[in-house]
């Protein structure tokens, strides 16, 4: 008895009257009727006898098991891409532990996804530029050329021999790197282009808005694409879409929200955002604007991540924000649930008062609207959940509203404002106690510098205790002190 999936057996005596049958009719015919239990069979075979591995072998067989969708050359790119990149990454795993058999097994499925990429993105795309064809070229030769030198490989012995070849095998992989990320590149400019085309010739709001959401959707693979968009002018068409108010809330948001990925801090393309510095005072002024009115906690959020962004990107931001009165903007919004209620919301605000905190006038505006008492609010910031990320984010209001008081305390006004809200207290608290910062050290060092420039202006704050333990040591003393305190201590 043979056993088929689903608990069905086969008698592996057949029933002389069926066989008969069978014989009787056409071949191909009695092929296709047994070819169901054939299969079935083979696959039974082949899953019974494959060892279940923790190694990734396993895994990259069955890579790319469902295509993209047909007509959608950027999703063909995007997934492509990540298989090839991700067999590029292993066979070099492969190749730095000797394993010769897996490398040429991987090379020569490498090979059929590169020319499957090449055949399925021509048979989409428009005509293809010259360099494309010569890269294509030059990447399905370096293809073949790696499957056949792994395959020799195989054969040699003589590890002398080997280890020169593995050197050949390494540069291969390396050149073969090199042409895979220059034509996946031009690829993907071209379909960002087209992208960013469309939303400039478009006259229709639907398609204004679905299309931004596909480039909203391209910012989140990382920041190759952010560099992409920034290098086709994709940040000055969102500009038009921030300031035409014709457009809905939800497409100036989305707008917003790869404005800032677009000009994240933490991603290394801010030297293709020059032609940004052309329009920055009408994107900064939507984006004001847009929190100012946000209609919801996510437009309030998007919209400020931009700005934060935008602040670290050119100091000039930070003076056009003063002079749009950004800072009451932003402080009468914490006030309001409905637009801020959340740690990542309050996040994004901190960040743009502590850049612009570099400012002289910021000192009197920051007065004028309260906002030392707002910042004071910021020091007691807790997680509800006690997710890892939102812990995080109390941590960043916390570390950032340190650093607030600390550059605004150059102001002996906004330092007299804020012992008389007892900010001294709080930073000692902070300081003194890990569970209030969550042991942080960031949140640590940021309460000191501040408790310091407090403690310069309103010495009489302070008692001598703290004084001698967080003040007059030299930082890294106090910090060493503080970051070994245990709870029962204090």
């Known amino acids: 008895m043979m056993a088929l999936p689903g608990g069905r057996h086969l008698d592996s005596v057949t029933l002389p009257g069926k066989r008969l049958h069978l014989m009787q009719v056409d071949s191909v015919q009695r092929w296709m009727e047994d070819l169901k239990l054939m299969t079935e069979c083979e696959c039974m075979c082949v899953l019974q006898a494959k060892p279940i591995s923790l190694e990734e072998d396993a895994q990259g067989d069955l890579i790319l098991a469902g295509g993209p969708g047909p007509g959608d050359p950027l999703q063909l790119l995007l997934k492509r891409g990540w298989v090839i990149s991700t067999e590029l990454r292993r066979i070099g795993q492969k190749l730095a532990?000797?394993?010769?058999?897996?490398?040429?097994?991987?090379?020569?499925?490498?090979?059929?996804?590169?020319?499957?990429?090449?055949?399925?993105?021509?048979?989409?795309?428009?005509?293809?530029?010259?360099?494309?064809?010569?890269?294509?070229?030059?990447?399905?030769?370096?293809?073949?050329?790696?499957?056949a030198v792994t395959e020799r490989c195989l054969q040699v012995e003589n590890e002398h021999v080997l280890k020169s070849m593995k050197a050949c095998v390494s540069e291969t992989l390396s050149t073969l790197g090199q042409h895979f990320g220059q034509l996946l590149e031009l690829a993907l400019t071209?379909?960002?282009?087209?992208?960013?085309?469309?939303?400039?010739?478009?006259?229709?709001?639907?398609?204004?808005?679905?299309?931004?959401?596909?480039?909203?959707?391209?910012?989140?693979?990382?920041?190759?694409?952010?560099?992409?968009?920034?290098?086709v002018d994709g940040v000055l068409c969102l500009a038009d879409i921030l300031t035409d108010d014709s457009h809905s809330e939800a497409t100036r948001a989305e707008a917003a929200a790869v404005v800032a990925q677009v000009t994240s801090p933490h991603l290394p393309v801010t030297q293709h955002l020059s032609s940004f510095l052309e329009s920055m005072e009408e994107i900064?002024?939507?984006?004001?604007?847009?929190?100012?009115?946000?209609?919801?906690?996510?437009?309030?959020?998007?919209?400020?991540?931009?700005?934060?962004?935008?602040?670290?990107?050119?100091?000039?931001?930070c003076e056009m924000l003063l002079q749009l009165n950004a800072i009451r903007v932003l402080l009468e919004a914490c006030s309001d649930?409905?637009?801020?209620?959340?740690?990542?919301?309050?996040?994004?605000?901190?960040?743009?008062?502590?850049?612009?905190?570099?400012?002289?006038?910021?000192?009197?505006?920051?007065?004028?609207?309260?906002?030392?008492q707002l910042i004071m609010g910021m020091l007691s910031e807790?997680?509800?959940?006690?997710?890892?990320?939102?812990?995080?984010?109390?941590?960043?209001?916390?570390?950032?509203?340190?650093?607030?008081?600390?550059?605004?305390?150059?102001?002996?006004?906004?330092?007299?404002?804020a012992v008389r809200l007892s900010c001294m207290s709080r930073l000692i608290e902070l300081c003194r106690s890990p569970s209030e910062r969550n042991s942080s050290d960031a949140v640590l060092v940021a309460c000191l510098a501040a408790l310091r420039r407090l403690a310069g202006v309103c010495p009489e704050g302070l008692q001598d205790s703290d004084f001698q333990q967080l003040v007059q040591p030299r930082l890294v003393d106090s910090f060493l002190l503080c970051s070994n305190m245990e709870e029962s201590f204090v």
């Not at 996510?298 to 931009?306: C, D, H, I, N, R």
């Not at 006690?386 to 209001?397: F, L, N």
């Open 97 to 147: 532990q000797d394993r010769w058999a897996r490398v040429h097994s991987m090379s020569v499925r490498l090979t059929c996804h590169a020319r499957s990429m090449v055949s399925e993105y021509s048979a989409v795309s428009r005509n293809s530029s010259k360099e494309m064809d010569q890269i294509e070229k030059l990447l399905m030769e370096k293809c073949s050329e790696l499957s």
């Open 190 to 231: 071209r379909e960002v282009q087209a992208l960013v085309r469309k939303i400039d010739a478009s006259d229709n709001i639907y398609t204004t808005e679905s299309t931004t959401g596909n480039l909203f959707s391209l910012t989140q693979e990382g920041a190759p694409l952010c560099r992409i968009i920034a290098k």
């Open 284 to 317: 900064v002024t939507a984006l004001v604007k847009l929190c100012q009115e946000a209609s919801s906690g996510e437009v309030f959020l998007l919209a400020s991540a931009a700005l934060a962004n935008i602040t670290f990107f050119d100091t000039m931001a």
């Open 337 to 372: 649930k409905q637009r801020v209620d959340t740690p990542y919301t309050r996040d994004q605000i901190v960040t743009i008062l502590a850049n612009m905190s570099v400012l002289e006038q910021c000192a009197s505006d920051i007065i004028q609207e309260n906002g030392v």
């Open 382 to 417: 807790k997680p509800r959940s006690g997710t890892p990320a939102e812990v995080a984010a109390c941590e960043r209001v916390q570390q950032k509203a340190a650093v607030t008081l600390a550059r605004l305390s150059r102001d002996p006004d906004v330092a007299r404002e």
